[in-house]
């Protein structure tokens, strides 16, 4: 009885010994399949690193080594200006920190338009372009859009004043109080002395600051000086270019130039004397 329970025992232990053998290849083997498959289901996307910030930053907050850290970014969709090595981003050393022209939060890129050069501020020559100079408009609740103007924002400008002495006349013929489009699509960058173009709230300003060309000041100076300018503000997205417009009191109302010659005519006052049999007829100017 005792070798017929030996042989059974050691039977059984084979047999589970087998089993638990088969159980593992299996397994093994499910494990590898399913790894090979999730490798190739995974797409070999290449980045690149980039520095990203580590925290949230403000406009004119200084950019140093504390702020930033290299992370890994796909390398098909990176956006241009990105900073990829130290001395990109410090060129001067890290003791040289850039002025941050944007927010950023975090992991978000750093790149070269949302900060200065480095050891620059973050003042009104940073938002210049080449060739671009800097033109202070005198603005008010009505002039300056109720306040809806935000630094980074395009305007049209438009000029009312007086044509008619000396019977001077503009291109469209328009004479007296006129109105007129002089300057289109041109950018804001400082509205009274904030350049943030984060700023949310509205603010009565009352001059804001535009980037234009030379000949740009010369003629919005002139303008200024000899009559109102108004700001017309101009949809983030809208890519269209103004066509000339004027408009005087004419055009406003739908008089036509012959309509007011008669009408003209029609005001014309005299004097009738009466000199025995002949009546003379003297013009002189209307009055109320």
Not at 88 to 108: A, D
Request: net charge neutral.
């Amino acid at each position: 009885m005792r070798l017929v329970f030996g042989l059974v025992l050691m039977l059984g232990l084979g047999l589970a010994g087998f089993a638990v053998y088969m159980a593992k290849s299996y397994i093994q083997g499910y494990q590898a399949q399913l790894a090979i498959e999730r490798q190739q289901r995974a797409p070999n996307i290449e980045t690149v690193d980039i520095y990203v910030a580590t925290r949230p930053v403000k406009y004119g907050e200084p950019l140093d080594k504390t702020a930033v850290r290299l992370a890994a970014f796909p390398k098909a969709t990176l956006p241009a200006g990105v900073f990829t090595k130290p001395e990109g981003l410090f060129p001067m050393g890290e003791n040289t920190p850039r002025t941050v022209l944007r927010r950023m939060e975090i992991n978000e890129p750093v790149l070269a338009v949302k900060v200065t050069a480095p050891g620059e501020d973050a003042g009104i020559t940073s938002q210049l372009e080449r060739g671009m100079r800097a033109f202070a408009i005198k603005v008010d609740v009505t002039s300056g859009v109720s306040g809806f103007l935000r630094p980074g924002d395009s305007v049209d400008i438009y000029w009312t004043g007086n044509v008619g002495a000396g019977n001077v006349r503009t291109a469209e013929n328009s004479t007296g109080a006129v109105t007129k489009l002089i300057e289109t699509g041109v950018k804001l960058i400082a509205v009274d002395q904030v350049t943030d173009t984060d700023m949310t709230e509205a603010t009565i300003a009352r001059t804001v600051t535009v980037s234009v060309r030379p000949q740009q000041v010369a003629a919005l100076a002139q303008a200024q000086s000899s009559g109102r300018l108004s700001l017309s503000l101009v949809g983030s997205q809208d890519d269209t270019v103004a066509e000339a417009i004027e408009v005087d009191q004419k055009r406003l109302l739908g008089i036509t130039i012959e309509a007011a010659k008669e009408r003209v005519v029609a005001e014309t006052c005299s004097i009738r004397t009466r000199r025995g049999a002949e009546v003379i007829v003297t013009p002189i100017p209307c009055t109320n």
